[in-house]
């Protein structure tokens, strides 16, 4: 059974960083795109981070670029979102997901399995 379970949320003010993982199972996630989408309060889904199967690259939307890092570690088939210098509109539900595509900036619409979520609230 394909599972995707987000940990690490939580507050943070406004400046501050954070780091969020995500255990697969089920599947490797070695053989797929990997990566991050979230859905701020009463926004549509937004895709963050997109990290290439083989690792080649990485893509972020102008949104969260040069702020998130997105990796991974196929040997514990795990991944991370590292947050940094985080902003108010940063806040959401955030998910660790497999994507079809990591060409560009990540689409929700390429998304494979994700997970139930942990939420992040930036705020001071």
């Known amino acids: 059974q394909v599972q995707l379970v987000e940990s690490g949320g939580g507050f943070v003010r406004p400046g501050g960083s954070l780091r969020l993982s995500c255990v697969a199972s089920g599947f490797h996630i070695d053989r797929h795109h990997i990566g991050w989408f979230r859905q701020p309060p009463g926004k549509e889904r937004e895709g963050v981070a997109c990290?290439?199967?083989?690792?080649?690259?990485?893509h972020y939307p102008d949104s969260v670029k040069n702020r998130f890092i997105v990796s991974r570690d196929n040997t514990k088939n795990m991944m991370y979102l590292q947050m940094n210098s985080l902003e108010s509109e940063d806040t959401g539900v955030y998910y660790c997901?497999?994507?079809?595509?990591?060409?560009?900036?990540?689409?929700?619409?390429?998304?494979?399995?994700w997970g139930k979520g942990a939420t992040v609230i930036v705020s001071s």
């Open positions: 990290a290439s199967i083989n690792g080649d690259s990485t």
């Open positions: 997901a497999t994507f079809r595509q990591c060409g560009g900036t990540p689409y929700i619409n390429d998304m494979e399995y």
